[in-house]
């Protein structure tokens, strides 16, 4: 599994930005769930969301709940990112990650197996 991050950039506070993960391999992604984290300099990797690809279920981090939206486009194997109302304390480079099953947690990063390169968002105030 490849996971292709991009959509990241420089923004103000305020502006919206859409964040996309392409996912691809020799595999059937109905079956797997999709997260983002995003990784501060000098903090630990932090939750997110995530979703699951069949379902469409999806889960939400305390800091992104009424500001961004995860979605995911089936035809396309690609999981979005929207953010809202974007703060400075946004600013981190954001990761997208796959797991095929629920290992524990789906809102630690121990629990994927797959991980994308990240894109970097900076929010300017």
């Known amino acids: 599994v490849q996971l292709q991050a991009s959509g990241g950039g420089l923004v103000q506070a305020g502006d919206p930005l859409r964040l996309s993960c392409v996912a691809s391999?020799?595999?059937?992604?109905?079956?797997?769930?999709m997260g983002w984290f995003r990784q501060a300099p000098g903090k630990e990797r932090e939750f997110v969301a995530a979703?699951?690809?069949?379902?469409?279920?999806?889960y939400y981090a305390d800091s992104a709940k009424g500001r961004f939206t995860i979605s995911r486009d089936n035809a396309k194997n690609t999981v979005y990112l929207q953010m809202n109302s974007l703060k400075p304390e946004d600013t981190a480079v954001y990761y997208c990650?796959?797991?095929?099953?629920?290992?524990?947690?789906?809102?630690?990063?121990?629990?994927?197996?797959?991980w994308g390169q990240g894109t970097l968002v900076t929010v300017s105030s």
């Open positions: 990650a796959a797991v095929n099953r629920v290992l524990g947690t789906l809102r630690a990063p121990g629990g994927y197996d797959y």
């Open positions: 391999g020799r595999t059937t992604f109905s079956r797997y769930y």
């Open positions: 979703i699951a690809w069949s379902s469409g279920t999806t």
